[in-house]
């Protein structure tokens, strides 16, 4: 009983496994992407039954949410994570007249899209500049990362905990990098040198809280939706030999 016990829940992993892997992360994002770009939602696949989905961490509806304005797609990434069985991507519109920044978290239930969840930053969001936001974004370095130098999902995590925990306890150790820059909105705390720093800033007694996280080893970067004390905000970051490397935010102030 106990063997056929194992072998049920061997064989569930190895569903759940074969249901998320980076393929089919990847061609998850590819279809968030041509949604976008043609402002048509039902174009995201493959959807459950039943989507919760969410603008500003609250419920929307997604036929008249962002994903129904066809968007000219300036720059993306995405991150995919097999563990998790999620993905975030980040886009970029310098659209003159109507710019925005997006980022967007898909998570998965067998196999299928179950939970989308978008911050929309435009005009009036925090630091919100599209066309600076492209310029350092579009000029970082954020390629894979040989298998063999790759840090792990707990040391990437761990150093996004530290920076989110520095904000409301300064005695907390993080890993900065050097160099390191935080792209937050369209303003950069460097200039594309050895010197830039990260560690400049940051204020005190904020709490960063209800964390969701994206984690995505190959490229070293982890993406985290937070309550940024009040408000709806992304921090991703790029991490590289446990130090942190690029910070990227948005926060939507607007909500």
């Not at 419920?59 to 066809?70: C, E, N, R, V």
């Not at 998790?84 to 003159?96: K, P, S």
């Not at 579009?138 to 040989?146: A, F, G, M, Q, T």
């Amino acid at each position: 009983m106990l063997r056929l016990a194992l072998s049920a829940l061997g064989l569930i992993a190895a569903q759940a496994a074969a249901q998320c892997t980076r393929e089919s992360l990847i061609a998850a994002t590819d279809s968030l992407l041509a949604a976008q770009t043609e402002g048509k939602p039902d174009g995201i696949s493959p959807l459950a039954e039943s989507v919760a989905y969410l603008e500003a961490f609250k419920t929307a509806d997604i036929k008249t949410g962002i994903l129904s304005h066809p968007l000219k797609i300036d720059f993306n990434r995405s991150l995919h994570d097999t563990t998790a069985c999620a993905t975030y991507t980040e886009i970029i519109v310098t659209d003159a007249s109507h710019p925005y920044v997006l980022g967007t978290q898909m998570r998965f239930a067998d196999g299928n899209i179950a939970n989308i969840s978008t911050l929309v930053t435009d005009q009036g969001d925090w630091l919100f500049n599209a066309t600076g936001t492209y310029y350092w974004a579009s000029r970082e370095k954020w390629d894979v990362i040989p298998e063999a130098d790759r840090d792990s999902r707990e040391v990437i995590q761990a150093a996004a905990d530290a920076y989110a925990d520095i904000f409301n306890d300064k005695s907390v150790t993080v890993p900065w990098g050097s160099p390191c820059a935080r792209l937050e909105g369209g303003a950069y705390t460097g200039s594309g040198s050895d010197s830039d720093r990260c560690d400049v800033g940051i204020p005190n007694g904020v709490q960063l809280v209800n964390r969701r996280y994206v984690i995505d080893e190959t490229l070293g970067a982890v993406d985290v939706f937070i309550d940024f004390a009040s408000v709806p905000d992304s921090h991703e970051f790029r991490v590289e030999k446990g130090k942190i490397r690029f910070v990227h935010t948005l926060t939507v102030m607007g909500n």
